[in-house]
C-alpha cells in the first residue's frame, strides 16, 4: 500500500484556475500542493512545474481531466447560443462572438511526454482513467496514481485498473462531480454515507473529499477511515490562490444551502454559488452541450459582465462549507488545519457522552 509522499496527509485539492503560487505554498508547508492540468496545454504545464521545481524540493500533484471529447454538434450548440441572445445582448455583443473551443482537454500524449520528463511525484485523474497505454506510461514514471470515486462501484472499477488510492468524492465536494460510470446526481452519495463504503470496498488506501474545510471535518474524515484529505473550497480565500475579486467574494458570502450542482458551465454537473444563470436556465439544463463544450457560448460574454464586475454569469465553483474558509497564507493554514485536526483527535476520548473522563 503507497502513501502519499508528502509530510503531511493533506491534498490541496487540484482547481482550475490556481497555479504554482498554491501548489509551492502548500508543498512547502508539508501539505500536497496540486497543479490543475485540464486547461492548460503541454507547453503551460512544463512551464508551471518547472516554475513549482524552482521553488521546492517538496513533492507535488499534477491533475488531469480524462473525459472522451464529444464529437461537435454544431445544431445543439446553434440552440444553446441562441437561448443565451439575451446575455449577449445585455452585454452588447454580438452573437458571433461565441466560441466552440473546448476549452478544457482530456489527457494526451503530449501531456504524458512532460510527465516522462518532469517525473512528479503524484498525478491524480478526475472522470476515471486515460486508455491504458497512456495510464502504463505514467505508471512507468513511479508517480503515485489517484483519480476520483463518486461511488463505491467507481471505486472498485478504479482498484480493478491499478491505481494507488482512491478519492472518495462526496456530493458536498466544489468543482466537476468526478462521476464516470453514472450520470445521475440525485444518487450522488454525500461524504458521511460514501467513505466508510469505499474503505470498506477497497484495498487501496481511500482520500476524502467534500466540504472538508477546518480540523474538525479533517479529524472526521480519519474516524471514518480516511487515510487522507483533499481540501478545495478551504483554499480558495488564500492570496496564493488567485481568485478573481468575485470568486472571492462569493465564498466570502457564501453558505451551507447556497450552492447547486449546474451543467450550464461546461456541459458536466459541478457544484457552484448559485448565480443568475443558474437561477435563470438551470441550474441543471438537458440541452447544455456536452462537456466540455458548452464553455465557448458562454465565456466571450462572461468576460464582459465580470469587466463590469457582475458575478450574473460566473463560474463560482465552491463546496457546501464554504463558510468555513478563511483568508488565510496557504502554507499557514495548511499547518494550521493538521495541527487542529491532531488537538481535536487527542480530546475526542473524553468528549463520548458516557466515557470515563
Ligand atoms: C474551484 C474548484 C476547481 C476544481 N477543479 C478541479 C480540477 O481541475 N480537477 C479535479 O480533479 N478536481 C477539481 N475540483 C474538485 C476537487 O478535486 C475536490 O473534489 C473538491 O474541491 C472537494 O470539495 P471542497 O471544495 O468542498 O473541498 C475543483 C474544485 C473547486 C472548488
Not at 466560441?99 to 472522470?127: I, K, Y
Not at 514514471?141 to 472499477?157: F, P
Not at 454525500?190 to 472538508?212: C, M, N, R, S, Y
Request: one cysteine or more; proline letters at 6%; charged letters at 20%.
Amino acid at each position: 500500500m503507497r502513501m502519499l509522499p508528502s509530510r503531511l496527509p493533506i491534498i490541496q485539492a487540484p482547481m482550475v484556475g490556481s497555479l504554482s503560487p498554491l501548489v509551492i505554498a502548500v508543498s512547502e508547508a508539508g501539505g500536497l500542493g496540486s497543479l490543475a492540468c485540464a486547461a492548460l496545454g503541454a507547453e503551460h504545464l512544463k512551464e508551471q512545474m518547472q516554475a513549482i521545481r524552482a521553488a521546492t524540493s517538496a513533492p507535488f500533484n499534477v491533475n488531469f481531466f480524462c473525459h472522451t471529447p464529444p464529437e461537435a454538434d454544431d445544431e445543439a450548440e446553434a440552440r444553446w447560443v441562441a437561448r443565451l441572445a439575451p446575455y449577449y445582448e445585455e452585454a452588447g455583443l454580438s452573437l458571433s462572438a461565441a466560441q466552440r473551443a473546448a476549452g478544457r482537454a482530456p489527457f494526451d500524449a503530449a501531456m504524458c511526454e512532460v510527465l516522462e520528463e518532469m517525473r512528479p511525484a503524484v498525478v491524480s485523474f478526475h472522470f476515471g482513467l486515460p486508455e491504458e497505454s497512456l495510464l502504463s506510461r505514467v505508471r512507468a514514471t513511479g508517480a503515485t496514481i489517484l483519480s476520483s470515486a463518486t461511488t463505491v462501484e467507481e471505486a472498485r472499477w478504479l482498484e480493478a485498473r491499478g491505481v494507488d488510492a482512491v478519492i472518495a468524492q462526496g456530493a458536498e465536494a466544489g468543482g466537476h462531480r468526478g462521476m464516470f460510470l453514472t450520470d445521475d446526481i440525485g444518487a450522488q452519495p454525500g461524504l458521511f454515507a460514501l467513505l466508510p463504503q469505499v474503505v470498506d470496498a477497497v484495498k487501496v488506501p481511500v482520500v476524502a473529499a467534500g466540504a472538508i474545510a477546518d480540523g474538525r471535518g479533517i479529524a472526521a474524515a480519519f474516524a471514518l477511515g480516511a487515510t487522507a484529505v483533499q481540501l478545495g473550497t478551504a483554499y480558495l480565500l488564500t492570496p496564493q490562490a488567485g481568485r478573481s475579486e468575485l470568486h472571492r467574494a462569493a465564498i466570502r458570502a457564501g453558505r451551507d444551502d447556497m450552492t447547486r450542482l449546474t451543467n450550464l458551465y461546461t456541459g458536466r454537473p459541478a457544484r457552484g454559488q448559485m448565480t443568475r444563470f443558474m437561477r435563470e436556465h438551470g441550474p441543471m439544463n438537458p440541452e447544455a452541450p456536452a462537456f466540455p463544450r458548452a464553455t465557448g457560448a458562454i465565456d466571450p460574454v462572461r468576460a464582459i459582465f465580470e469587466k463590469a464586475g457582475k458575478d450574473d454569469l460566473s463560474l463560482l465553483w465552491s463546496g457546501e462549507a464554504a463558510a468555513l474558509a478563511r483568508e488565510e497564507d496557504a502554507g499557514v493554514l495548511t499547518r494550521r488545519l493538521w495541527d487542529d485536526a491532531c488537538d481535536l483527535a487527542r480530546g475526542l476520548s473524553g468528549a463520548f457522552p458516557g466515557q470515563p473522563g
